[in-house]
């Protein structure tokens, strides 16, 4: 996991501890520093630090998480962004199953209308850049941005190129599917999938699919994030040999509650880079609320 010493600053502004510093107290604590480089950022000088984590510790696959790390260890409080509360402004509903709520922990979902057409600022492709994430456009690159800042992945759907229902199934037909990263990947039956009436629109938790795919003409989305079985996603990610940013975090233990937090922040930044507007009610499922133990 990657971390820029200046979004550490940002997060944690009262600390005084150098970058090379705070590498190497993090390796101290089982965080292993494998990169520490002096780069450009933003037309200004900074530090880009890179830690192996080890551990079952998916909350440190993020900006945040790392962030909290180093605000604990020096006794400091961390300023986190607000994700603004969305307001319902539609009575709309959107049309969603999940059929396999063995698996489905979570899910949130809602509609953007109105997007614009916008390429990325160069702040945005500079950052993606700094984790090997090539710039798509602007909507698809927040939500990787927004995955790297909190450690939540998500999907963007076409609304246009939707037939019918959203559901989340196990695979029972389909014998192949075009991801997002170009070739056709040939499946073995009982993955978990997102669909719509006619297609596969992504492997659960890994990548989408190239039928809903988000492109410069698009106007409508459908934003969803969502926290799954460990399990199924490790044994889907292996069976089909596909390991993404977002599996990595997904075949961990993500913790549910901190989903509310990542998906109103995408939202939020969506709204104000693309200049899109709220068109549905918020969908939520959250069936099984888990105890947290208490320390």
């Known amino acids: 996991m990657r971390i820029l010493y200046s979004q550490i600053k940002e997060l944690v502004p009262i600390l005084k501890a150098r970058p090379q510093e705070i590498g190497e107290i993090l390796t101290f ?115 990787n941005y927004l995955m790297l800042f909190t450690g939540y992945s998500s999907h963007l759907l076409d609304v246009d190129r939707i037939h019918g229902q959203i559901s989340w199934s196990l695979n029972t037909s389909f014998d192949e599917i075009t991801t997002l990263a170009g070739p056709k990947i040939k499946l073995n039956k009982n993955e978990l999938v997102i669909r719509d009436n006619i297609n596969i629109l992504a492997l659960a938790g890994i990548i989408g699919s190239r039928t809903a795919e988000i492109g410069f003409r ?5 934003v969803e994030m969502a926290i799954y079985q460990p399990s199924i996603i490790r044994r889907d990610s292996r069976k089909l040999n596909i390991v993404t940013e977002a599996s990595q975090r997904l075949t961990k233990n993500l913790d549910p509650d901190g989903l509310d937090f990542a998906f109103r922040l995408l939202v939020s930044l969506l709204l104000e880079n693309c200049r899109g507007k709220i068109a549905s009610q918020v969908f939520q499922y959250f069936p099984k609320k888990e105890k947290k133990p208490e320390i």
């Open 218 to 222: 698009t106007k409508s989305i459908i």
């Open 29 to 143: 604590l089982g965080f292993m520093m494998d990169e520490f480089k002096e780069v450009k950022y933003r037309d200004k000088k900074d530090y880009l630090l890179s830690f192996e984590i080890r551990q079952n510790r998916p909350d440190c696959l993020s900006v945040i998480g790392l962030a909290k790390e180093i605000a604990a260890c020096y006794g400091l409080k961390i300023h986190l962004p607000e994700g603004p509360l969305i307001a319902p402004v539609s009575k709309e509903k959107l049309d969603i199953r999940i059929k396999d709520v063995e698996h489905v922990k979570k899910v949130m979902a809602v509609r953007i209308d109105g997007l614009e057409k916008r390429e990325s600022p160069g702040w945005l492709k500079e950052y993606l850049a700094f984790y090997e994430i090539n710039s798509v456009n602007l909507p698809v690159d927040l939500s």
